[in-house]
């Protein structure tokens, strides 16, 4: 899987990692979410066990092994320049255009299994 990352989203990644070591993980959520889910952004200290690497301009990015069924294999991830969101689409689909970062750095050891991000608040 590739992740085409526009300049825009790349540079709001990067100050969302800040200084402190991260991997970003493309997740589809369906926990408590609606019945179709939403696409999200975690932020996690370290891939989980089954994390598929991604290609994605120099980004840290897996995508959960179950997970990379969702998503086609050449990806765009762009920045919405108004909001603190993201867009995600391929050639054939759009995935979501109000796709957020969740900071979960710290907290892996306390989050249930599947992770609902939904009800977690973002870091600022």
Do not use: W
């Amino acid at each position: 899987m590739k992740i085409h990352v526009t300049p825009l989203a790349l540079q709001r990644l990067k100050e969302r990692l800040g200084s402190q070591p991260g991997t970003f993980k493309l997740f589809y959520d369906t926990v408590d979410c609606g019945c179709d889910g939403i696409n999200v952004l975690l932020i996690l200290d370290k891939p989980d066990t089954g994390d598929l690497p991604v290609e994605a301009d120099g980004l840290p990015v897996v995508v959960g092994n179950q997970h990379e069924i969702f998503y086609e294999e050449q990806l765009k991830l762009d920045a919405d320049e108004n909001t603190s969101s993201f867009k995600l689409s391929s050639d054939s689909q759009l995935y979501g255009q109000n796709i957020l970062v969740r900071d979960m750095r710290g907290l892996e050891g306390t989050r249930p299994e599947p992770a609902s991000v939904c009800e977690v608040p973002s870091r600022s």
